[in-house]
């Protein structure tokens, strides 16, 4: 199972939005999630298109698009063609999801699932086999700094249990709350893909993307030892 820390832009100083996206990069980070909200299925407005474009001209990272907005659909193309790699909607937001991950595909891109906390994992059932990742949100989507939902820690580990049952290899990504005190138990439930906002996009940017692929890559090496 491959293993990645995914620092959200979210949390970046946008007025030096380039420079410290090129300092994860340096700091080993592979991917970056980029949070697209419409003021609409989330409270808050984010960005847009020209942020992804003018981005992915100066950095070769793994684009981790995820999009909050209703019906998401008529969004897909544009962040597709701004250099998105994976592109992520929400179960609870798509009038017909199997259709907008068919879409996805189509673009050449990979296609995630999103659901909120309060979403059970069940409604995965019949479109798991279509998904690239599900993204188990682990705080209420909207706003950057709030605190871990525990009882998420079971949705993720009942996800991967779903996945390990079809035989799928499944990216299950994180995103909220997570720190060095709540990675581990998101890791320990089957998380890959680990989104970090403000524990990355601190003061000390460099040090808190190797504090955090630290415990990962610790966590990693372990995980093969026991198999």
Not at 40 to 64: E, H, Q
Not at 75 to 84: P, T, V, Y
Not at 129 to 134: I, K, Q
Not at 159 to 177: F, P, Q, T
Request: aromatic share 6%.
């Amino acid at each position: 199972m491959e293993y990645q820390l995914c620092p959200s832009i979210l949390a970046a100083d946008f007025w030096r939005l380039g420079e410290e996206v090129a300092q994860v990069e340096q700091a080993g980070v592979k991917w970056l999630h980029i949070d697209i909200m419409d003021g609409c299925f989330v409270p808050t407005i984010s960005m847009g298109v020209p942020v992804v474009a003018s981005l992915r001209k100066r950095t070769s990272l793994f684009f981790d698009v995820h999009i909050m907005a209703q019906e998401p659909t008529h969004l897909i193309k544009e962040f597709a063609q701004a250099g998105a790699d994976m592109i992520t909607v929400h179960a609870e937001a798509c009038t017909h999801l199997d259709r907008t991950l068919g879409m996805i595909h189509e673009l050449g891109c990979k296609a995630g699932i999103a659901i909120n906390p309060a979403t059970p994992v069940s409604v995965l059932e019949n479109v798991i086999e279509l998904a690239d990742m599900v993204l188990i949100m682990t705080v209420n989507p909207g706003f950057g700094g709030q605190k871990y939902i525990s009882y998420c820690t079971e949705k993720i580990r009942r996800l991967r249990e779903m996945a390990e049952s079809r035989e799928k290899d499944l990216y299950i990504e994180v995103d909220g709350g997570i720190n060095r005190e709540t990675i581990y138990q998101v890791l320990e439930a089957g998380a890959n893909v680990i989104v970090a906002g403000s524990a990355v996009f601190g003061k000390d940017i460099p040090e808190n993307v190797r504090a955090l692929k630290g415990i990962i890559e610790e966590y990693e090496h372990s995980a093969d030892l026991r198999r």
